[in-house]
Nanobody, 114 residues
Framework: VQLVESGGGTVQEGGSLRLSCAVS????????LGWFRRAPGKKREEVAG????????YYNDAVKGRFTISRDNAKNTLYLQLNSLKTEDTAMYYC?????????WGQGTQVTVS
């Protein structure tokens, strides 16, 4: 499974971006698809996730109400809509497919909020 993120960039505070994650193969439609981020000098944190079963979504409290995760099954693509961006959202954003102890990760896309 390969994951490729795109859509990062530099925006002003209050702006928006839409990140995409192309997944080569949905594979087993179990587990979750998630977005993570790592800011300079900080640990990686989970931003949002979506379960294959039922499409249930969950969010980090820091982004709840501002970010929206979604997926397009026909395109094997995961999205993250980022609105009302803050400087503290600046980080490298990664998408991942997670199933138990197994995971696959993309290379990341940089989001910078100035």
């Amino acid at each position: 499974v390969q994951l490729v993120e795109s859509g990062g960039g530099t925006v002003q505070e209050g702006g928006s971006l839409r990140l995409s994650c192309a997944v080569s193969d949905w594979g087993q439609r179990r587990g979750t698809l998630g977005w993570f981020r790592r800011a300079p000098g900080k640990k990686r944190e989970e931003v949002a996730g979506i379960y294959f079963a039922g499409g249930f979504t969950y969010y980090n409290d820091a982004v709840k109400g501002r970010f929206t995760i979604s997926r397009d099954n026909a395109k094997n693509t995961l999205y993250l809509q980022l609105n009302s961006l803050k400087t503290e959202d600046t980080a490298m954003y990664y998408c991942a497919k997670l199933l138990g102890s197994w995971s696959a990760w993309g290379q990341g896309t940089q989001v910078t909020v100035s």
